[in-house]
């Protein structure tokens, strides 16, 4: 399962594959129009689907009797376009819960939908997108002061993946001190999340939980005990935040906060802590709902609404220098204590 986005990686490995065949552009369904039997038919589908499966049931009744009471009341009346419909239906439900990972959306036509299944397998379609994009890492420099840098956009969920982590991170293996750029990373894979933060510690480490309404469930993500490459468990760390940080992206911010294993510094991030997936509604929208939340094992909170606080608070644009200065500082003392130690 992974955490969702409500950007152009909406759902993520699992919830991307389904959405390459449900969901279209806004160019693809702007001529789609809605009568008030169809409006009444999605909210009170919406309601049923957030009361069984939404992580907060007191909140999904809320949210249920909220757009109900919107609709009875006229508020939806004079929407036609369904593209407007499903903006209005996931500000309210929003406005609600608070919640960013809930987001109605415009399913593609059926005749589309089933072209895309003829012609595609989406399956490898997004794996070949995500091999172009090498995994989500745009960029691995050693900088000034023996830092290393690597800007990356998201977690991807694809098990080849871990290839280009690990020939990554050997890059970058013998620096004395690294900053992380997620200034523009959208979340993704909590288990590849765990994979890279696992490289940064020595001992066995609770990093996350994510508890399941379905089931009743809690699933711990703790370091992994075998890796490929060389740990790191004392070089100092730097992530860079923003606005746009989000999801799986503030785990790994918090993670590594919330040990005192690196040093958070830009921007409080997009604030989204609940994972889950699409569920369609009816032929024409689908809602993504989160059925889970993260916990944890220091704070036993999570970053949802607030969004991961900095260590050191300044704007995005100015983070990077921010961060560089800090990090050739803190090298020079790693580097001074290794040669200490080796004499």
Known sequence: MFYSIPHFRLFKLISVLLSTVMFSSIAQSKNLEINAEQRKEVVESISQIIIENYVFPEVA?????????????????????????????????????????????????????????????????????????????????????????????????????????????????????????????????????????????????????LYWRKGNRTQEFWTLDELPGKRMPDVPLFVLTSKYTFSGAEEFAYNLKTRKRAVIVGESTGGGANPGGPIEINKYFSINVPTGRAINP????????????????????????KAHALAMSSAETYRNAKEQKAR
Request: with cysteine; aromatic share 10%; glycine share 6%.
């Open 61 to 209: 009744a809320q949210n249920a009797t909220y757009i109900q009471k919107q609709l009875n009341t006229g508020e939806y009346s004079k929407i036609i376009d369904a593209d407007k419909f499903a903006t209005k239906l996931t500000l309210d439900l929003q406005h609600i819960n608070h919640d960013k990972h809930m987001e109605v959306r415009v399913n593609k036509p059926k005749k589309a939908q089933l072209e895309q299944v003829k012609t595609n397998n989406p399956h490898l379609e997004y794996l070949k997108q995500e091999q172009t994009e090498n995994y989500g890492f745009k960029k691995i420099e050693i900088l000034d002061g023996n830092v290393g840098y690597v800007d990356f956009r998201y977690f991807s969920g694809f098990d080849s993946a871990k290839e280009t982590v690990d020939g990554v991170l050997k890059i970058i293996k013998n620096t004395d001190a690294i900053i992380f750029d997620l200034r523009k990373n959208d979340g993704g894979s909590p288990e590849m999340v765990q994979y890279i933060c696992s490289y940064f510690f020595g001992e066995k480490t609770h990093l996350n939980s």
């Open 298 to 321: 220091i704070t036993q909170t999570n970053w949802e609404g607030t969004g991961v606080i900095p260590n050191i608070e300044t704007t995005a644009i100015n983070a990077f220098n």
